[in-house]
């Protein structure tokens, strides 16, 4: 499963990744590039088409989410961010250990959309009084802080594709630059196209809140195909990273 997904990544990315490489003498615009061949690896596929259903879904459904998608791309800019720190403070030592634990992050999400998908499915609610139960709760709502928290732990969703190209390609840039502290969160930025684009044509062709004039029947309908696309994400996603 995991060799069908990097293909599908290979094919879509490699146009980006040979006009990144022709782009290296222009850091900022290699980042850039590089961070949307990031959002094409095979880690990222699942959790970006996952986005862009969430944010998609609220945006037609009510409004354009720009604060969301806005609080979603800050919260990958705070990710490549710390971690080009922590690369640049503890060195190739820590960079060396991290493949350790970047496996078991990648595994959660899988069961993270399979539960989301459910609950946009109205499967179940959520009563309870634990945080993490209030913060998805409040998921049709804008909740900045969620958002932030989804684009963090997307973007710690590693995999060897994404290692390499974070770690291996840009970092040496990075190192190597006078002004390379600026590039992780460029990276960030490019893995984020993808959202911006769909959202920016779902506002461009008028269709902020479309669901609002359809009325409520309509608006469960599109709710219940973006609750079953992420449970299909989310079980593919799980059989494809824990093996099964």
């Not at 980006?16 to 949307?36: Q, V």
């Not at 080009?84 to 060195?91: K, P, Q, R, S």
């Not at 290692?163 to 992780?184: A, E, H, R």
Request: glycine share 10%; aromatic share 14%.
């Amino acid at each position: 499963m995991y060799t069908l997904l990097s293909q599908i990544s290979s094919v879509l990315s490699k146009p980006f990744f040979t006009m990144a490489n022709s782009l290296e003498s222009w850091p900022i615009i290699f980042a850039l590039i590089l961070g949307l061949v990031g959002a094409l690896a095979p880690c990222q596929l699942t959790g970006n088409i996952s986005a862009v259903t969430l944010y998609g879904n609220r945006s037609i459904q009510k409004k354009i989410a720009w604060k969301d998608v806005t609080y979603f791309t800050l919260g990958k800019i705070a990710a490549f961010s710390l971690l080009g720190i922590l690369v640049w403070l503890l060195g190739k030592g820590f960079e060396q250990n991290l493949p350790i634990y970047f496996p078991w992050l990648r595994k959660m999400m899988g069961p993270l959309l399979v539960f989301v998908g459910l609950f946009m499915l109205g499967l179940f609610k959520l009563t309870g009084t634990i945080n993490l139960l209030k913060l998805l709760k409040e998921y049709k709502h804008e909740n900045p802080f969620a958002s932030f928290m989804l684009g963090l732990s997307f973007s710690l969703a590693f995999c060897p594709t994404m290692f390499i190209l974070f770690f291996v390609t840009l970092m040496p840039v990075v190192l190597s630059s006078s002004y390379g502290f600026i590039l992780p969160p460029i990276f960030a930025l490019g893995t984020a196209i993808p959202l911006l684009i769909v959202i920016s044509i779902i506002w461009y062709l008028g269709g902020s809140g479309v669901v609002m004039k359809k009325g409520r029947k309509f608006g469960m309908v599109i709710q219940k195909i973006a609750g079953a696309l992420m449970l299909l994400l989310g079980i593919f996603d799980t059989i494809t990273y824990w093996s099964l």
